[in-house]
């Protein structure tokens, strides 16, 4: 028996209201008025799909696994480097070991499922050992667009193996057809979407059908036994038609989130089905289906091992931890789709030198510091002789990753003068709770509510964007966290 052995979720915590969009624009286009309600994940200006990515997987690992895992692939229509690989990134800010297999899975909707597909075989094929899979997603829309509000930022991430199984797989079915619903040239930034009703009456109801009949069939499952439906779309009306239409029970088919996040692409087959395991109890049959130039069908079955997996927030521990934003003209300057004069700061060149970059990975990537083995003492960054001044012991310090570990706020600042594209620029000394402290940047930092003995997380995003170059820069910010202040 193989399946998924871990799963782990992120949403960005800002959630653009439907209705400022709607507000900023329906004077133009009426027709927007129709998809005002609900809510829209909306990455912060330094998140992408590699950083979500990063997020959703240490969820998944909840600490620890990534040097035993064998492979990671990443699936995503829209990643930041079209030649670098961006799982790769991922591997090392997971510190996965460098032997392992990677892989970027992209150009379809359904790159999250049909990626499942392959990594599942992959696993099946090697036996022992264990793959991650992540799907994460943040697509451009043009402003004042039906795509602005119905699309959503969000990533979804599983470990596959074959021990300690929480689904097991039992078998999947695909279709591939060139049905051009919506297509992006290589040298455009968006989306061209055709007519919706021709999406769904020629597309959805006639390729999704006989390719869930297929899978059916195959594992020996009458409809009926299928406990969950998972089928993303922005059209509410398919998914229960579909289920209608095949046979399955109208209680199966799952809410798509669209209210609450919107569609997240790729990575959003993966959210619904990981919304499905934290609802599921053993026995229960999850069928997962993405859409995109044909159609990917997956079934699993929930073991006797769900119950006791805790631990993750998941999609529902994902989605409690958001913050309402209104400010349409904020979500549009951190898509760069407004571009504003931030006055002679904002011109800095900030080319980045590849070597050091290479040479330094393991602390630019995995935020590893170094702990001294004669005295104990932690330090960020490492060096050759030991920071306790009682010590000063040279060459005795073994690497240590500081990004899983518990920190507070020491000093803190806001700073209007320097760049950034959400003033104020928040920063200060950070201090972990088992030693060690570093000056870092924060983000996801509600204005008013930063204090001195703050607990932070450590996040991975972009530090910096550079434009001359197409290159951006990635390290680890301190995210402010509610709960009880030292004092």
């Not at 129709?34 to 609900?38: C, E, L, S, V």
């Not at 670098?84 to 799982?87: F, G, M, P, T």
């Not at 999250?112 to 990626?115: A, H």
């Given at each position: 028996m193989?399946?998924?052995?871990a799963?782990?979720?992120y949403?960005?915590r800002?959630?653009l209201?439907?209705?400022a969009?709607?507000?900023?624009?329906?004077w133009?286009?009426?027709a927007?008025r129709?998809?005002?309600?609900?809510e829209?994940a909306m990455?912060n200006?330094d998140?992408?799909s590699?950083?979500?990515?990063?997020?959703?997987?240490r969820d998944?690992l909840n600490g620890?696994?990534?040097?035993?895992l064998e492979?990671?692939?990443?699936?995503?229509t829209?990643?930041?480097f079209t030649d670098?690989?961006?799982?790769g990134?991922v591997?090392?800010?997971?510190m996965?070991?460098p032997e392992?297999?990677?892989?970027?899975v992209t150009?379809?909707?359904?790159a999250?499922?049909?990626?499942l597909?392959?990594?599942?075989?992959i696993v099946?094929?090697?036996g022992?050992?264990?793959?991650?899979?992540v799907a994460?997603?943040?697509?451009r829309?043009?402003?004042?667009?039906?795509h602005?509000?119905?699309?959503?930022?969000g990533?979804?991430a599983l470990?596959?193996g074959?021990?300690g199984v929480i689904a097991?797989?039992?078998?999947?079915a695909?279709?591939?057809?060139?049905?051009?619903?919506?297509f992006?040239?290589?040298?455009r930034?968006?989306?061209?979407n055709w007519?919706?009703r021709w999406v769904?009456?020629?597309?959805y109801?006639?390729?999704?059908p006989?390719?869930?009949?297929?899978l059916l069939?195959?594992?020996?499952?009458?409809?009926?036994e299928v406990?969950h439906?998972?089928?993303?779309s922005?059209?509410?009306?398919?998914?229960?038609g579909?289920?209608?239409r095949i046979?399955l029970?109208a209680?199966s088919?799952?809410?798509t989130?669209?209210?609450?996040c919107?569609e997240?692409?790729?990575?959003?087959p993966?959210?619904?089905?990981?919304d499905?395991?934290?609802e599921?109890k053993?026995g229960?049959k999850i069928l997962?289906?993405?859409?995109g130039?044909?159609?990917d069908?997956?079934?699993f079955?929930?073991?006797?091992?769900?119950?006791?997996f805790?631990?993750?927030?998941?999609?529902k521990?994902?989605l409690?931890?958001?913050r309402e934003?209104?400010?349409?003209?904020?979500?549009?300057?951190?898509t760069?789709?407004?571009h504003k004069d931030?006055g002679i700061r904002?011109?800095?060149d900030?080319p980045?030198?590849?070597?050091?970059?290479?040479r330094?990975r393991d602390m630019v990537?995995g935020?590893?510091?170094?702990?001294?083995?004669?005295?104990?003492t932690?330090q960020f960054?490492?060096s050759?002789?030991?920071v306790d001044?009682e010590?000063k012991a040279?060459?005795t310090?073994?690497?240590?990753s500081?990004a899983?570990?518990?920190a507070?706020i020491?000093t803190?600042?806001?700073?209007?003068?320097?760049?950034t594209?959400?003033?104020?620029?928040?920063?200060g000394?950070v201090?972990f709770?088992?030693?060690?402290?570093?000056?870092a940047?924060?983000?996801?930092?509600e204005?008013g509510?930063?204090?001195?003995?703050?607990p932070?997380?450590?996040?991975?995003?972009i530090?910096?964007?550079?434009?001359?170059?197409?290159?951006?820069r990635y390290?680890w910010?301190?995210v402010?966290m509610?709960?009880?202040?030292?004092?």
């Open positions: 193989h399946g998924i052995t799963y782990g979720a949403i960005p800002l959630r209201q439907r209705s969009i709607v507000e900023a624009n329906a133009g286009n009426r927007l129709a998809y005002g309600k609900g829209r990455c200006w998140e992408d590699v950083t979500m990515a990063v997020a959703a997987a998944c620890g696994g990534a040097r035993e492979g990671i692939l990443l699936a995503s829209s990643l930041p670098r690989q961006n799982s990134i591997a090392n800010a997971l996965m070991r392992v297999l990677s892989l970027d150009a379809s909707q359904k999250g499922t049909s990626g597909v392959a990594a599942l075989d099946k094929a090697r022992a050992g264990g793959l991650m899979f994460s997603e943040k697509r829309t043009k402003p004042a667009s039906a602005e509000l119905w699309f959503g930022d990533a979804a470990t596959l074959s021990e097991a797989f039992l078998g999947s695909s279709r591939t057809v060139d049905f051009v619903d919506h992006r040239g290589e040298d930034a968006y989306d061209y007519e919706e769904r009456d020629e597309g109801m006639k390729i999704v006989p390719t869930v009949t297929e069939e195959r594992t020996g499952t009458a409809p009926e406990t439906f998972a089928m993303p922005v059209f509410p009306a398919v998914p229960p579909l289920a209608n046979g029970p209680e088919v799952r809410d989130l669209f209210a609450v919107g997240a692409g790729a990575a959003h993966l959210l619904l089905l990981i499905a395991l934290q599921s053993p229960d997962v289906v993405g859409f130039q044909g159609c069908a997956l079934l079955e929930a073991t006797e091992e769900l119950p006791g805790e631990g993750r927030l998941g999609i521990g994902a409690a931890r958001r934003e209104t400010n349409y003209n904020k979500f549009l300057t951190f760069q789709e407004l931030f904002a011109e800095t900030v980045t030198p590849l070597s050091a970059l290479y330094k990537f935020l590893i510091g170094g702990r001294c083995t004669a005295c104990g932690a960054p490492r050759e002789v030991c001044p010590c040279v060459g310090q073994e690497d240590l500081f899983d570990r518990s507070k020491k803190w600042t806001a700073d209007y003068l320097t760049f594209l959400d003033p104020p620029g928040y920063y000394m201090e709770d088992e030693g060690g402290r570093f000056m940047d924060f983000t996801d930092v204005p509510a930063v204090d001195v003995g703050m932070v997380e450590m996040a991975f995003r530090k910096q964007f550079d434009e001359r170059r197409g290159f951006r390290f910010k301190a402010p509610e709960g009880p202040k030292e004092g």
